[in-house]
């Protein structure tokens, strides 16, 4: 349908969809489009080059030309507002509207309202969570299932939305025929329809930031926030906490900061991007960056804890958050024992968290919210936040946030099967329509296939050699690994499969299984 002058919009039935896609939001997106779009186009491009500098050097440093950001003591960060000075648990998940009713009655601090990762981006998907969110805001929401009734509770955790990265194009709005980034969807109508009314309430238009690369991509989010207060009549009213999740974004934290430092709030350790993108970038750069099964890298590797260690003492010393990561595990109803094993090991995690200097932390389920309170209860105390703890004591180079090859672990049979596996379960999922998705009690998102699917690719173009058969991983070992998995899972894996394939087994590697994924959706 059509929508303001040159913006096309496709028809949607969900209900709720006229409000959301009104002529004045479209007219909103469209001068974001227009204002933004060549500059993200450009720092697209620029990813490209950066990569293959990656891939001929085999190197990646902190940057000499910014040594005098990181150099001046004098910088910090926007003071956060009252509702986002104690983080101690964020709960994470999609905005389908049982969701988000569970995840603002959960008891979590904050809900990261997830439009990236942990949804498909369907058409209704996207609608259909702008709408969630509008009517939540207002207080408005409900939702019946099978005789239930979900309903809002007094003490909702605060909104914190996560748009798309900037990879990503929205289809279904095009601006003088140009798709418009994603991102600018997801966060433009979020803040054109909120942004106000949350004011109002008392708190304000929160963000996310994911799969940001540079301070340059951080810039730009910032000139997006600028011109869209401007647009509103607001003043400074954004705030924004970026995840760092790209191994180049590691390299940049203070950077990313600083470009920021008008609307941020925080940084956030995102691991299985994190992982994914040292993969990626180092995918050809040899043996010593290939890792060993995904279930044995752990947040105390080397590599990760130089990464976290770095993350606490930059944020601290700008008085931004630092936000730990996530807690997948999904409780069992049926098998009390693991659960008990499994929340062992999440309190440990978030102990281990809350001792390094973290903020607060990510769980991905309400009865995960516990857990994650009382290990930052003990170190927090009465205090909101841990910000005067400034870890003079780190001190990171740029070999410790590479030193892969410290990983304890090998690559066995059953590390190749568990990524396949899981990967096949997960796409299939999500072509379904369905972002975030229970997989082995764990809670997965788009992230858990990235990396699974991108160690596949390693260790073949690697010729890695399986610890416990001695054989090397090899299309061939990967298609039977398939055809056996795909036989335990039943029928309806094609897509998945072939999707997997193409992401995984191709000799080029693709920068983002979404970007070809989002074909077999839109």
């Known amino acids: 349908m059509a929508g303001t002058s040159g913006v096309n919009t496709t028809p949607t039935t969900v209900d709720g969809a006229d409000i959301i896609l009104s002529p004045e939001a479209l007219g909103f997106l469209a001068d974001l489009h227009r204002t933004f779009g060549a500059r993200r186009r450009e720092l697209l491009a620029r990813r490209q080059e950066r990569r293959a500098e990656i891939a001929r050097t085999g190197k990646l440093d902190f940057l000499a030309e910014t040594a005098p950001v990181r150099d001046d003591p004098d910088w910090r960060v926007a003071d956060a507002p009252a509702d986002l000075q104690d983080r101690r648990v964020e709960i994470t998940g999609p905005t389908d509207p049982k969701m988000t009713i569970n995840a603002l009655n959960s008891g979590a601090k904050v809900w ?51 748009p798309r990265g900037w990879h990503l194009d929205e289809e279904h709005i095009t601006v003088d025929g140009e798709p418009i980034a994603g991102a600018l969807v997801d966060f433009g109508l979020y803040f054109f329809h909120n942004a106000r009314e949350l004011l109002n309430r008392g708190s304000g238009p929160y963000f996310y930031l994911p799969k940001t690369e540079s301070h340059l991509e951080a810039r730009l989010w910032n000139d997006v926030f600028t011109h869209a207060e401007q647009a509103l009549g607001l003043n400074q009213v954004i705030r924004a906490t970026v995840l760092i999740e790209t191994i180049t974004a590691a390299f940049e934290m203070e950077e990313i900061l600083y470009e920021l430092r008008e609307h941020a709030s925080g940084l956030n350790a995102g691991r299985w991007d994190y992982l994914f993108s040292v993969i990626k970038n180092f995918r050809d750069a040899g043996p010593e960056f290939v890792l060993p099964d995904r279930a044995k890298v752990t947040m105390t590797a080397p590599f990760m804890r130089a990464y976290t260690e770095l993350l606490v003492a930059t944020c601290h010393r700008r008085g931004a958050f630092a936000m730990g990561g996530m807690a997948a595990f999904i409780p069992s109803r049926r098998d009390p024992e693991v659960n008990a094993k499994a929340l062992e090991q999440v309190k440990a995690d978030k102990e281990r968290e809350a001792n390094d200097g973290f903020d607060g932390s990510w769980v991905a389920h309400p009865d995960l919210v516990p857990v994650c309170r009382d290990a930052f209860d003990a170190v927090l105390g009465d205090k909101p936040n841990q910000l005067d703890r400034l870890r003079p004591d780190v001190d990171v180079a740029a070999s410790d946030l590479l030193d892969v090859a410290n990983t304890p672990g090998d690559v066995t049979e059953d590390g190749v099967r568990a990524n396949v596996s899981v ?100």
Do not use: C
């Not at 949804?119 to 709408?131: I, K």
């Not at 969110?133 to 003490?155: C, D, P, V």
């Not at 001695?470 to 398939?482: A, D, S």
């Open 423 to 522: 990967a096949l379960q997960y796409l299939k999922a999500w072509i379904g329509g369905l972002g975030a998705v229970a997989i082995n009690n764990l809670m997965e998102d788009a992230a858990t296939a990235e990396i699974s699917r991108s160690q596949i690719w390693q260790w073949i173009n690697q010729g890695t050699i399986l610890a416990d058969t001695g054989e090397p991983v090899t299309k061939t070992l990967v298609r039977r690994i398939l055809d056996e998995e795909v036989g335990k899972l039943g029928d309806g894996y094609d897509q998945a499969r072939t999707l997997f394939e193409q992401v995984a087994l191709a000799d080029d590697f693709v920068d983002f299984l979404t970007l070809p994924a989002y074909a077999l959706v839109r």
């Open 112 to 162: 990261l309202a997830d439009l990236e990762d942990a949804n498909t981006p369907h058409w209704d998907n996207v609608v259909g969570g702008q709408v969630s969110l509008y009517r939540a805001t207002r207080r408005a929401l409900s939702f019946e299932s099978n005789g239930k009734q979900y309903q809002l509770g007094e003490n909702l955790a605060v909104v914190v939305t996560r």
